[in-house]
């Protein structure tokens, strides 16, 4: 399964931007899809999650800001982000759990390559 990021740019303090993460190969299923984040120095944090049924979850720092959401046709996850500020810059990686057609009743995590987001002030 591979996982392919897109979206992430510069934009100024307050704007948005919206990440796209498609997967691909021989995809069984996939449950829970995710957005993650690195900045410079710091440990990868959970920004958001999505099941398969649409249960979300957020990091409190991206509540009422971010949202994410998927289309299960496409096996691709979105994270609309809104009023960016220069505290959501990092490198932001999509992530799976995902059965292949080959493994059906195994569950295997994936990352994306990730995707930089920077925000100027």
């Known amino acids: 399964v591979q996982l392919q990021a897109s979206g992430g740019g510069l934009v100024q303090a307050g704007g948005s931007l919206r990440l796209s993460c498609a997967a691909s190969?021989?995809?069984?299923?996939?449950?829970?899809m995710g957005w993650y984040r690195q900045a410079p120095g710091k440990q990868r944090e959970l920004v958001a999650t999505?099941?398969?049924?649409?249960?979300?979850t957020y990091a409190d720092a991206v509540k009422g800001r971010f949202t994410i959401s998927r289309d299960g046709a496409k096996n691709t996850v979105y994270l609309q982000m809104n009023s960016l500020n220069s505290e959501d810059t990092a490198v932001y990686y999509c992530?799976?759990?995902?059965?292949?057609?080959?493994?059906?009743?195994?569950?295997?995590?994936?990352w994306g390559q990730g995707t930089q987001v920077t925000v100027s002030s």
């Open positions: 992530n799976a759990n995902a059965r292949t057609v080959i493994e059906t009743r195994r569950l295997d995590n994936y």
């Open positions: 999505i099941t398969r049924g649409g249960t979300t």
């Open positions: 190969g021989s995809i069984f299923s996939i449950s829970v």
